[in-house]
């Protein structure tokens, strides 16, 4: 046997190793499950495959994909602003990752959308055909393809390192500035946005989560959010893929933890009081002593007066365990904030019989688009200089 | 970065023209919309309604709707409470009140609101408050977001959830193909009884008034439409509160718009104001950088012994 052929062989053998790992099968088999629920969706209409009706016409795809989906990609612009714009180059480090979940985050909403629309490639239209400059929406809408094509010349050097383009790179690198100012922009307009596409329904969504302030309340929960998943984040990619990570980072690592769960903790303080008055600017008091009310307590008390302590206590302790479980449990309270406002709390005056619950398969498309999310990100981490600064750009940021 | 007095000016300019030919983007202040003037509207007298569904069936066959599976003529489906759907426009429900011997049935629809909730959170103008007082949909550019159905207030635009590459929004248009052809809505000329009155929606009221001075005992003093979400072309009379009706007596008499508007308003003072103070904290920790660096090179330069230099 010649030596090209041994060597082509051990290859062969290696690939197949690589190919069947857990990783791969479980996410390998979600995505297939997503392909056919995909055709089916496309061919069958919407009513095939959810649970939505006349009476709930935004189900687990607008809740989960699009107001959790935007709201957890919020790292992206105040990891940006606290560095480029605040000057705390102590976290530089965790631009790129935060940058480019972001970047996958609102491209999977965009992805969700085409799912939830009727039609989807229609999408343009509001731009193009004619614009509903009165709707809260159309805002919305602008703002996220915006803000998308932001993010994607904000990720860019990191594909443009990899491919060694040093001339566009440069380029690339020099409208930081401009874009994360840019980025904050359009950040504050379409995450509070996003809750005051809620204000047109008073008599729709449940008083203890009504409120003028809701655009507020959207915005200072997407900094909650974002702070938190880049602490999340950091915490599932240090496990995962430290063997991709430079000093920097590894070192960097830690400060991070810290200066984002002290800044968490302040901002959900925050939080608390304003959704404090908003009870009280809606004089709804009495309203908490019902079953809404005792839920409301629970958000309110358990996913943002208690992580807002436990970071507290993290920081004061140096305990870093501390701060990454609060930044998970701070996470799922976001995600249990949306959900109320667009399903939990919504609709709450209809009889049970016509409230809403997704199907499964309205549940495992959202899976599959959470994976297909997964699945590019460790493709760019393991590929694109992400968690180290690649070795000719040393110290050009 | 520096700005020339041309660009500066340039940009005066266009700030000043875009403000000049846009639509006001307050809140109306001390304006009051009460509807296109001479706009149509139809007043439905609950009190005469007998639940024939005379003019569901009318609906269909005007819209051409499809068939449904019991015929319009059987009265049964009238024990269970309806709501419009993709394929009944127009529904009829009957209500047992207490205290009463008969029941009452109400006509639900489209109530084309003087400011519609559907028009103004669509984001491509799907909607349009025609001056006839209708309040008509275009298929050929609705994305399919649906905001439209999460927003109305009375629960009426309904999807073809069912349709996977063309679905609609459906709802009453008020007949409007027939009134621009100068006839009246399908319902108003199926109904035998006096339930339902078509016309300009001032005399409607008028016609309203009239009718609850004469009949003190057979209305409640409350004609509903007139001012619910900003007043709406649909016009109710009813012997009983029309809570006990099914009809929400909570909504308010704010027009959707003004709800948003100062959301909306928000946009253009963020967009000017957050660069201005981002650019600010920007300079402030540059700053701050240049002094540090500066003292550590004077404590340096202190620490070290000076070195002369050829000048």
């Known amino acids: ?397 | 970065m520096s700005i020339s007095r041309r660009k500066f000016l340039g940009w005066i300019g266009a700030a000043g023209l875009g403000s000049a030919l846009g639509k006001s983007a307050f809140a109306a202040g001390s304006k009051h919309f009460e509807g296109h003037p001479g706009s149509l509207g139809i007043l439905h007298d609950i009190t005469q309604c007998v639940g024939c569904r005379s003019c569901e069936a009318a609906c269909a066959r005007e819209n051409a709707l499809p068939v449904p599976d019991k015929p319009f003529k059987d009265l049964s489906v009238l024990e269970e409470k309806r709501r419009t759907t993709a394929a009944d426009y127009t529904v009829v429900n009957k209500y047992e009140v207490p205290g009463r011997k008969a029941p009452l049935f109400v006509k639900k629809q489209c109530n084309h609101c003087l400011e519609p909730a559907c028009a103004s959170v669509c984001f491509v103008r799907a909607f349009k408050k025609t001056e006839t007082g209708a309040v008509t949909y275009d298929a050929s550019v609705c994305v399919g977001c649906r905001y439209c159905m999460v927003a109305c207030p009375f629960e009426i635009p309904t999807y073809e959830y069912d349709e996977a590459l063309s679905p609609r929004v459906m709802k009453c248009t008020m007949c409007y193909p027939r009134i621009m052809r100068g006839e009246i809505p399908a319902c108003v000329e199926a109904c035998p009884k006096e339930a339902l009155t078509f016309g300009k929606r001032e005399d409607l009221i008028n016609i309203a008034r009239e009718r609850i001075r004469q009949y003190p005992d057979r209305y409640i003093d409350h004609i509903y439409g007139e001012t619910e979400m900003g007043g709406t072309s649909w016009l109710y009379l009813s012997s009983v509160p029309f809570k006990e009706v099914g009809m929400r007596e909570d909504l308010g008499v704010t027009p959707a718009p003004e709800l948003t508007s100062g959301a909306l308003s928000a946009v253009p003072v963020v967009v000017g104001l957050w660069p201005v103070l981002l650019m600010g904290l920007f300079a402030i920790s540059k700053r701050k950088e240049i002094v540090f660096r500066e003292e550590l090179e004077s404590v340096k330069k202190a620490a070290q012994p000076p070195i002369k230099e050829d000048i």
């Not at chain 1, 006349?54 to 795809?61: E, I, K, T, Y």
């Not at chain 1, 631009?95 to 229609?122: K, M």
């Not at chain 1, 909650?224 to 980072?249: C, N, P, Q």
């Not at chain 1, 809403?356 to 694109?384: C, D, L, N, Q």
Request: proline share 4%.
């Open chain 1, 1 to 397: 046997m010649s030596d090209k052929a041994a060597v082509t062989g051990v290859k062969t053998v290696t690939g197949v190793k690589t190919w069947l790992t857990p990783f791969n099968v479980v996410s390998g088999s979600i995505i297939m499950a997503g392909i056919v629920l995909s055709i089916l969706r496309f061919t069958m209409g919407l009513g095939a495959v959810t649970n939505l009706s006349n009476d709930n016409p935004w189900g687990l795809w607008i809740g989960f994909d699009l107001l959790v989906g935007v709201a957890l990609a919020a790292g992206g612009y105040v990891t940006s602003a606290a560095v480029y714009l605040l000057g705390m180059k102590k976290y530089h480090s965790a631009v790129r990752p935060a940058v480019l979940t972001g970047f996958l985050g609102y491209a999977l909403v965009v992805f969700a959308l085409t799912y939830d629309v009727g039609r989807p490639w229609r999408l343009p239209y509001p731009f193009i055909i004619q614009q509903g400059t009165t709707s809260l929406l159309f805002e919305v809408a602008g703002c996220v393809a915006l803000y998308l094509t932001v993010l994607f010349l904000e990720f860019m050097p990191a594909p443009l390192e990899w491919l060694g383009f040093k001339k566009v790179r440069e380029l690339a690198v020099r409208l930081t500035l401009a874009l994360t100012v840019l980025g904050v922009v359009l950040s504050t307009l379409h995450q509070s946005s996003l809750g005051a596409l809620f204000l047109v329904v008073p008599s729709k969504l449940h008083p203890l989560w009504y409120s003028p302030y809701l655009p507020v309340f959207f915005f200072i929960s997407s900094i909650i959010a974002g702070l938190s998943m880049v602490i999340f984040e950091g915490t599932l990619s240090r496990h995962y893929f430290a063997d991709k990570m430079d000093a920097a980072h590894l070192n960097e690592n830690e400060g991070v933890t810290l200066g984002f769960g002290k800044a968490a903790s302040l901002v959900l303080a925050g939080y608390l009081t304003i959704k404090v008055m908003g009870i009280a600017g809606g004089d709804n008091w009495r309203l908490l002593g019902t079953s809404y009310g005792l839920w409301f307590l629970v958000e309110l008390l358990g996913f943002v007066a208690l992580p807002s302590f436990l970071y507290a206590v993290g920081v004061r302790n140096k305990d870093l365990g501390l701060i990454k479980w609060t930044a998970a449990w701070t996470v799922l309270g976001i995600v249990i904030n949306r959900l109320n406002v667009c399903l939990i709390a919504f609709n709450w005056q209809l009889p049970l019989s016509q409230r809403y619950f997704p199907s499964w398969m309205e549940i495992a498309t959202s899976v599959f688009i959470v994976t297909v999310g997964v699945v590019v990100f460790r493709f760019i981490v393991t590929k694109m200089p992400i968690f180290y600064e690649h070795p000719e750009y040393k110290d050009t940021h």
